[in-house]
T-cell receptor, first 112, second 112 residues
Framework: GENVEQHPSTLSVQEGDSAVIKCTYS??????FPWYKQELGKRPQLIID?????GEKKDQRIAVTLNKTAKHFSLHITETQPEDSAVYFCAASIRSDYKLSFGAGTTVTVRA | KAGVTQTPRYLIKTRGQQVTLSCSPI?????VSWYQQTPGQGLQFLFE???????NKGNFPGRFSGRQFSNSRSEMNVSTLELGDSALYLC???????????FGPGTRLTVL
């Protein structure tokens, strides 16, 4: 089955700096890559997603890039703010498999 | 539209008991997936249902089962509870597979 690895496990950044989280996946048939943000005690919420026919997608301060050849995708958060502090999960799925395989998560702390 | 709802929000059971968790998807969504979230194993896929049919199942023992009703509401059942079943159980709904999955708030199960 699909195996998703996520790095780093923790990330501390100064407010206003950028944060980058990287994920690799094992199955070349994976074609959908969402990112979720989970604040303490709350449900995971989708922040951005990308499909395999697109190399990059941006939504305000958040962007995701996908390298299908290398089988890795990354989340970029620019101009970080204290409210960006949370656990971020990457995931991958194969359309015919009907499931999301998640990375282990990255705890992001934005220092004021 | 109302979001995904899960009941109950918290449960305390003892080893050997069984438990049933409920998930109501967003109106119009026909796909419901279940995940187990623990600090050690992260988010792991349990199963996915679409139109009352289970389309995929994760690597969990047969004590974990589920079903979906004609109104797309879903239940999962865990029999003969073990201490290791303590976790946050999340369900997620989507219009169809491959679309964005929206998570419910989860049911926090504690097994004593």
């Amino acid at each position: 089955g699909e195996n998703v690895e996520q790095h780093p496990s923790t990330l501390s950044v100064q407010e206003g700096d950028s944060a980058v989280i990287k994920c690799t996946y094992s199955d070349s048939a994976s074609n959908y890559f969402p990112w979720y943000k989970q604040e303490l005690g709350k449900r995971p919420q989708l922040i951005i997603d990308i499909r395999s026919n697109v190399g990059e997608k941006k939504d305000q301060r958040i962007a995701v890039t996908l390298n299908k050849t290398a089988k890795h995708f990354s989340l970029h958060i620019t101009e970080t703010q204290p409210e960006d502090s949370a656990v971020y999960f990457c995931a991958a799925s194969i359309r015919s498999d009907y499931k999301l395989s998640f990375g282990a998560g990255t705890t992001v702390t934005v220092r004021a | 539209k109302a979001g995904v709802t899960q009941t109950p929000r918290y449960l305390i059971k003892t080893r050997g008991q069984q438990v049933t968790l409920s998930c109501s998807p967003i109106s119009g969504h026909r796909s419901v997936s279940w995940y187990q979230q623990t600090p050690g194993q992260g988010l792991q896929f349990l199963f996915e249902y679409f139109s009352e049919t289970q389309r995929n199942k994760g690597n969990f023992p047969g004590r974990f089962s589920g079903r979906q009703f004609s109104n797309s509401r879903s239940e999962m059942n865990v029999s003969t509870l073990e201490l290791g079943d303590s976790a946050l159980y999340l369900c997620a709904s989507s219009l169809a597979y491959g679309d964005t999955q929206y998570f419910g708030p989860g049911t926090r199960l504690t097994v004593l």
